[in-house]
Nanobody, 125 residues
Framework: QVQLVESGGGSVQAGGSLRLSCAAS????????MGWFRQAPGKEREGVAT????????YYTDSVKGRFTISQDNAKNTLYLQMNSLKPEDTAMYYC??????????????????WGQGTQVTVSS
């Protein structure tokens, strides 16, 4: 089992920045891909970014490219999402997820078997 705990959400004005963290524990060596997903009220869950753990290669959905950066600290078993130039449409609950397989580049929620409880990000205009 893998446990994931997110932190770092909050309320910011448009143009601001936030950094989300996800602390992983348990059998983390079994996972090969980690990612961030988000879900706004009334909308479907959306993949934001993923990172392939062995190489550190990263993947992003188009709407966040150039603004968000996913990274990992293997020594701390922590995943990060640096979010800059935030927009009101980035408002959502953000979830950290881990996968033992699948295709990391697809940023597909169905590939991920472990999920955190989420952290809320609210961006005001």
């Amino acid at each position: 089992q893998v446990q994931l705990v997110e932190s770092g959400g909050g309320s910011v004005q448009a143009g601001g920045s936030l950094r989300l963290s996800c602390a992983a524990s348990g059998y983390t060596s079994s996972t090969v891909c980690m990612g961030w997903f988000r879900q706004a009220p009334g909308k479907e869950r959306e993949g934001v970014a993923t990172i392939y753990k062995p190489s550190g290669r990263t993947y992003y959905t188009d709407s966040v490219k150039g603004r968000f950066t996913i990274s990992q600290d293997n020594a701390k078993n922590t995943l990060y999402l640096q979010m800059n130039s935030l927009k009101p449409e980035d408002t959502a609950m953000y979830y950290c997820a881990a996968s033992r397989g699948g295709i990391c580049s697809l940023i597909r929620g169905g590939d991920f078997g472990y999920w955190g409880q989420g952290t809320q990000v609210t961006v005001s205009s």
